[in-house]
T-cell receptor, first 117, second 116 residues
Framework: DADVTQTPRNRITKTGKRIMLECSQTKGHDRMYWYRQDPGLGLRLIYYSFDVKDINKGEISDGYSVSRQAQAKFSLSLESAIPNQTALYFC????????????????FGAGSRLTVL | AQSVTQPDIHITVSEGASLELRCNYSYGATPYLFWYVQSPGQGLQLLLKYFSGDTLVQGIKGFEAEFKRSQSSFNLRKPSVHWSDAAEYFCAVGTYSGGGADGLTFGKGTHLIIQP
């Protein structure tokens, strides 16, 4: 099994629908992140979480919300999806126990491709 | 705020030729620097990282990168590319704000095409 698992891998939905992307990890890392990838724009940080009670907005948090249900689970929600949220979404983890350098080494999931019609 | 620039959107290289992918960063302190590779339909895999010390770092798959503070650069190199190196390559800079890592800032990526 993968260290960082994202579900669903692919999802097609309609404008206005609520969507949840889920991420679970078996690495025991304390930090989790959600990134969005768009062609030509690279990866942009949506939200990040240092632990269950510490959630922070990233560069492009508008239109998104997150929930850290447990140390191993971090979900991303789109309350009312719109077409410009069509993208590839990545969950990632890192581990502060290895210090600042280790905290910056991210392990990525395989991605969730979301299409909003 | 930190930023990363990858000047080349696409690069085409013949199989067996050498490769250099450029990366420039902007950050006020000593950065943590990374190169990730994304093969088609896959997630991102860490190629190599620089935190401190020797400015020439070795990574997986025969890649290396050199940190040049004076040029704010962290270019990725490989002496001889293989067809399997065709992928998207991302340079990233990490920061440490005292409270911990705030996530990486990525460049927009360079798409590497390998010609037979």
């Amino acid at each position: 099994d993968a260290d960082v698992t994202q579900t669903p891998r692919n999802r097609i939905t309609k404008t206005g629908k609520r969507i949840m992307l889920e991420c679970s990890q078996t690495k025991g890392h304390d930090r989790m992140y959600w990134y969005r990838q768009d062609p030509g724009l690279g990866l942009r940080l949506i939200y990040y979480s240092f632990d269950v009670k510490d959630i922070n907005k990233g560069e492009i948090s508008d239109g998104y919300s997150v929930s850290r249900q447990a140390q191993a689970k971090f979900s991303l929600s789109l309350e009312s999806a719109i077409p410009n949220q069509t993208a590839l979404y990545f969950c990632a983890t890192s581990d502060k126990r290895q210090g600042a350098s280790g905290a910056n080494v991210l392990t990525f999931g395989a991605g969730s491709r979301l299409t909003v019609l | 705020a930190q930023s990363v620039t990858q000047p080349d959107i696409h690069i085409t290289v013949s199989e067996g030729a050498s490769l250099e992918l450029r990366c420039n960063y902007s950050y006020g302190a000593t950065p943590y620097l990374f190169w990730y590779v994304q093969s088609p339909g896959q997630g991102l895999q860490l190629l190599l990282k620089y935190f401190s010390g020797d400015t020439l770092v070795q990574g997986i798959k025969g890649f290396e990168a050199e940190f040049k503070r004076s040029q704010s650069s962290f270019n990725l190199r490989k002496p001889s590319v293989h067809w399997s190196d065709a992928a998207e390559y991302f340079c990233a800079v990490g920061t440490y704000s005292g409270g911990g890592a705030d996530g990486l800032t990525f460049g927009k990526g360079t798409h590497l095409i390998i010609q037979p």
